[in-house]
Structures are given as C-alpha cells and as structure tokens.
T-cell receptor, first 108, second 115 residues
C-alpha cells in the first residue's frame, strides 16, 4: 500500500492560516489526493480533492507540486471548530491508504 | 439525498463470537469500502467492493470478510472475534472505484466492543 506521512499534531490560533503537508510515495498516475476532516466518534468528512497544481473551494485550498509526492492542505482563518483530525488519502498500486492523521488544535 | 447509513451503530460482543455489520451506500453509488479505526492506528483499509466484486483488500486476516449485494448494499463479517477487533468500523461509498475523481463519502460508523 502507498505510504503517507503527516505531522502527528499541530497547534494554531483563531484567525490564522494553517498548512498541513502529507507526503505520499507510490501514488498511481491517475489517482487523486483527497483530504478529510474527522471529529471524535464521527465518520470522516470530505474537505477537498485534487490531482495537480492548486485546487480551491469554499473551505480550503490544496497545493500539489509537479512530482505529486506531497500535498499541502491550507485552511484560511481557522476557528475553534476546526479543531479535528485531518487525513490525506491516496490510492496506491495495491489499494487505498489513509495517513495517520494530523491532530489540529486551534486555540483562542 | 440520504447519506451513507450503517447499522448497528453500537455493538458489544464477546471473544470467539462473530459479527455482521451492514452498510447502505448513497443512492446511485456502486462502490463501497470498509475501514477499521483504532486509537493509535488511524484508519486502516479493509476492502473495497464494486458491482458485487471485491476489487481491493487490505492487510487483514481471513477472519475479516465482506460482500456486496446487487443493490450495492454491503456487509462485513468478522469471525472468531478477538479483543483487538474492538474498533470503529467505517463504511464509505462512491460512484465508482476508490479515489480518482470518485469522492468517498463516509457513514457514521459502527462502534464494536469485544469483551
């Protein structure tokens, strides 16, 4: 399975921009990179998905370099409710892999 | 449109028993994937089904099995339960296989406790 690596935890403050990077090797040529947010005892919620360069939606941006071996989720102006675990997902040659997740803690 | 539903939401079993969990995907979705989530391990991929066929399987013992029906609903079964099988089991559905442009949408999960 494709291996992904994310920081275990990050801290920030309300109103700041937060960037979380995921490293992924063995990503298949046609596969997309997807990020999810998860709150305790709930299923992961889709945030954003991309293939290359930059993707932006109403809640986040996703930056993917040309070699696609990593991706960076950018959350603008975070609030306390953004405290959660964030996962990146890629499909490797043998199936689907989530990273260990990044526990983002937002402080007032 | 209704989201992914999983039943039951909570389950308590004892070692050696078996359990069956159910997942109903979003209407129109043909792919269903199953994941196990335990503290410290994050989300681990179990298997993926598309059109009633298992297309991918994660690194889990044969005690874990699944199937998909013609209406895309899926079940997973765990036999001879062990204490380490206590986890949140998540189901996700998508229009087609895995990622690519087919975004996976997750259900609320089934919390299994093995005593």
């Amino acid at each position: 399975l494709a291996k992904t690596t994310q920081p275990i935890s990050m801290d920030s403050y309300e109103g700041q921009e937060v960037n979380i990077t995921c490293s992924h090797n063995n990503i298949a040529t046609n596969d997309y990179i997807t990020w999810y947010q998860q709150f305790p005892s709930q299923g992961p919620r889709f945030i954003i998905q991309g293939y290359k360069t930059k993707v932006t939606n109403e809640v986040a941006s996703l930056f993917i370099p040309a070699d696609r071996k990593s991706s960076t989720l950018s959350l603008p102006r975070v609030s306390l409710s953004d405290t959660a675990v964030y996962y990146c997902l890629v499909r490797g040659a043998d199936g689907l892999t989530f990273g260990k997740g990044t526990h983002l803690i937002i402080q007032p | 449109k209704a989201g992914v539903t999983q039943t039951p939401r909570y389950l308590i079993k004892t070692r050696g028993q078996q359990v069956t969990l159910s997942c109903s995907p979003i209407s129109g979705h043909r792919s269903v994937s199953w994941y196990q989530q335990t503290p410290g391990q994050g989300l681990q991929f179990l298997f993926e089904y598309f059109s009633e066929t298992q297309r991918n399987k994660g690194n889990f013992p044969g005690r874990f099995s699944g199937r998909q029906f013609s209406n895309s609903r899926s079940e997973m079964n765990v036999s001879t339960l062990e204490l380490g099988d206590s986890a949140l089991y998540l189901c996700a559905s998508s229009l087609g296989l895995g990622t690519g442009e087919n975004t996976q949408y997750f259900g609320p999960g089934t919390r299994l406790t093995v005593l």
